[in-house]
């Protein structure tokens, strides 16, 4: 049985839980949020991903759009059954590689995806200029001839440094691959990329799967958006991609996302993993929410993104449970004490 059938979304937004103050009924107003971001902070056990992805789902149903998974954690496959009753693709990445380019695809886009998957790589490795440009003269290559070729196999021996993660993260990419899982299907359908195993052998590599991914998946939607949200985008512990890629985080975040009518549903166990750009990706999320904890320490850090004052943050210590917790909610300016209802 669904935890969530049918799901409360109506005229008021996104039904969020239960005020534990007044015991009224919260809801998210995105009809009247310039961005449709949103971001969950907590502790281990608090929560987090029960929270996200109730929310996450609600936004989906209002908008009748679909959700793109980038799960680490590898619990969505089977978690978000208890949320909707719409079919998911499970992709897991180490079984069914992520394609360069196709034979179907247009040169134009072939190019494109070339020079994103390098730039990707390049962000975290910070690769020699002679390494990408052959990088760039074998992969053409391939793709012109539709040749199909695992990465790991096609480009060993191209650098030394770093070699043993680096082979991990070429070896979850292919070129002129059928068995690949076309990119199309992030925009068209509900999709859970598992990225679970991989996080465990190299947290890099899935963080270089998860931006190219993604930003493939900008360009798609900005041919096809038709709608203020075309594509949800559930991100959990976000700081594996934080760490090494903040920076394109940010891009996605503030200059694309909302012209392309991407939301990004991001959590993370402390409000300090997006340092230093805590404040600009807070300022860009129409719904924060914070998650109990007992440490003072953990809201005084949170206070200035939910607008506690000392009353609030004492308030904040005393609410203890796993769901409980703190929502800043646009265009409200006073926090809200809530209880995240995932049933209802």
């Not at 719409?86 to 992709?91: E, G, H, Q, S, T």
């Not at 990445?93 to 070339?114: K, R, W």
């Not at 709608?227 to 503030?254: G, T």
Request: aromatic letters at 10%; a neutral charge; hydrophobic letters at 40%.
């Amino acid at each position: 049985m669904l935890l969530d059938t049918p799901i409360k979304s109506d005229k008021n937004g996104v039904y969020i839980g239960i005020d534990i103050l007044f015991g009224k009924k919260i809801y998210w107003h995105t009809e009247q949020s310039p961005r449709h971001h949103m971001l969950v902070v907590g502790p281990t056990g608090s929560g987090k991903t029960i929270a996200l992805t109730t929310i996450a789902t609600r936004l989906a149903n209002l908008y009748n759009t679909t959700l793109a998974i980038f799960d680490v954690k590898g619990e969505y496959a089977s978690l978000i059954r208890l949320f909707t009753d719409k079919n998911f693709i499970a992709w897991n990445v180490l079984q069914t590689p992520i394609p360069i380019c196709n034979c179907s695809e247009a040169q134009e886009d072939i190019t494109h995806s070339i020079r994103l998957f390098i730039n990707t790589l390049n962000s975290l490795y910070k690769l020699p200029t002679y390494i990408r440009e052959q990088i760039h003269e074998q992969l053409t290559k391939l793709c012109k001839y539709c040749y199909e070729a695992s990465l790991d196999n096609v480009l060993r021996g191209y650098w030394v440094e770093e070699s043993e993660t680096m082979y991990t993260t070429l070896s979850i990419f292919g070129t002129a691959s059928e068995s690949s899982a076309p990119l199309h299907l992030l925009y068209q359908k509900n999709v859970v990329m598992d990225l679970s195993k991989l996080f465990l052998l190299d947290p890099k590599a899935a963080a270089i799967a998860t931006l190219y991914v993604l930003k493939r998946m900008l360009r798609i939607v900005k041919d096809l958006n038709t709608s203020p949200i075309a594509k949800i985008v559930l991100l959990d512990e976000l700081w594996y991609l934080a760490q090494s890629s903040i920076e394109d985080l940010v891009n996605i975040l503030i200059r694309y996302s909302r012209g392309y009518g991407i939301a990004l549903a991001m959590a993370t166990q402390s409000i300090d993993d997006l340092n230093p750009y805590a404040d600009v990706i807070a300022e860009n999320c129409s719904t924060i929410l914070a998650l109990s904890s007992s440490s003072r320490n953990y809201w005084v850090r949170l206070s200035r993104y939910l607008n506690l004052g000392k009353k609030g943050i004492e308030n904040a210590t005393k609410f203890v449970g796993q769901g409980i917790g703190v929502a800043k909610l646009y265009p409200h300016e006073k926090p809200f004490y809530v209880y995240i209802d995932p049933i209802d």
